[in-house]
């Protein structure tokens, strides 16, 4: 099974990354659930891989998409890290995981990604990474509470990208979490190894997942983020570099 896929564009500007774009599962993984729970979010995140599509189209700009559930592994965990392959997610039980060959797993899907990742940002070289997410309104479990936030941009110790962002998002009247839903700071792990390992500035955009569960919304989005990916952009580009 190929683990991504590319969409072509201008180098040396803004590469667009979504993680969690697909809900598939490769050919003998069987994770053990209803066919109805990868189209939640804890099987992909609702949104991002359109949202994605339409960006990289406006823009100009190349795209990497993962094609593998998040359920089957996390590619935007740490090798290491306990929810890399989940066997429970978001209090659903996931009994495929269970007993799984970690390493096996790692080898033909994790790796597999990141190096091809790694190979796009060494050929185009861009000043900006840009990686899509969006996130659910509610957490099904432990009466999680109602996020606010329309959109929150995730950043750990490089904060180049956020620090634009976050102003330029407020002006547009939308509700917008520095660090939240959650941390960067936490769960930032495909900037962290691209982006701040290189010194490529980065953000992580958070969408709340209701705001982009359809075509209208995707297009909304895209028309917000689109001019505001630019300015950040060329902010950050050498002098009498510019996008346009």
Request: charged share 20%; glycine share 10%; with cysteine.
């Amino acid at each position: 099974m190929t683990v991504a896929r590319f969409i072509d564009g201008d180098p040396g500007g803004i590469l667009l990354i979504c993680d969690h774009a697909s809900n598939a599962v490769p050919p003998g993984i069987d994770l053990g659930v209803a066919p109805a729970l990868l189209d939640k979010h804890i099987g992909v995140d609702i949104g991002a891989a359109p949202l994605t599509e339409a960006l990289a189209a406006t823009l100009g700009a190349p795209a990497v998409l993962a094609t593998v559930s998040r359920l089957v592994i996390d590619l935007h965990r740490q090798p290491d890290h306990p929810g890399l392959i989940p066997t429970v997610s978001d209090g659903h039980a996931i009994p495929g995981n269970d007993g799984i060959d970690r390493f096996e797993r790692i080898a033909h899907l994790y790796a597999p990604y990141h190096r091809a990742l790694e190979a796009m940002i060494r050929s185009m070289r861009p000043t900006l990474l840009v990686s899509i997410h969006s996130f659910t309104p509610q957490l099904e479990t432990a009466d999680g509470p109602i996020r606010p936030w329309e959109i929150g941009i995730l950043s750990n110790r490089d904060r180049r990208a956020a620090d634009l962002a976050l102003p330029l998002l407020a002006a547009r009247g939308l509700v917008v979490g520095d660090n939240e839903p959650y941390s960067g700071k936490v769960l930032n792990a495909t900037l962290n190894r691209h982006g701040e390992a290189r010194g490529i500035a980065s953000i992580a955009i958070e969408i709340r997942n209701d705001l982009i569960g359809d075509a209208t919304g995707v297009d909304r989005w895209n028309d917000i983020l689109a001019p505001i990916l630019v300015e950040i952009r060329n902010r950050l580009a050498p002098k009498g570099v510019l996008a346009t």
